[in-house]
Nanobody
Framework: QVQLVESGGGLVQPGGSLRLSCVAS????????MGWYRQAPGKQRELVAV???????NYVDSVKGRFTISRDNAKNTVYLQMNSLKPEDTAVYYC??????????????WGQGTQVTVSS
């Protein structure tokens, strides 16, 4: 039983900042890649950022230079620091992780989503 719990979403003005957190708990042997997706109303879910177990990161072009993904392996936690937020960043943000729940078996897990609203 594995669960991803997100926090940190909310309402912020354009140009502001938020930090999202996602904590994985349960029967976890290890975690491979972790990432953040988002889905705006009427649009498909898109990958925002991903971080691999070796620390490699990648971002969708629209957030490069503004968002930073990081992870704390000791806490089974992934973060998304969002700076210089724009109205077009408004979406539900979902945490995603590939988690080894038994030896050599990885399953894909999703968080429940947290709302980020950027508006004046």
């Amino acid at each position: 039983q594995v669960q991803l719990v997100e926090s940190g979403g909310g309402l912020v003005q354009p140009g502001g900042s938020l930090r999202l957190s996602c904590v994985a708990s349960g029967s976890i042997f290890s975690i491979d890649h972790m990432g953040w997706y988002r889905q705006a109303p009427g649009k498909q879910r898109e990958l925002v950022a991903v971080i691999l177990s070796n620390g490699y990161t990648n971002y969708v072009d629209s957030v490069k230079g503004r968002f930073t993904i990081s992870r704390d392996n000791a806490k089974n936690t992934v973060y998304l620091q969002m700076n210089s937020l724009k109205p077009e960043d408004t979406a539900v943000y979902y945490c995603n992780a590939a988690i080894e729940v038994t030896n050599h078996v990885f399953d894909n897990y999703w968080g429940q989503g947290t709302q980020v609203t950027v508006s004046s």
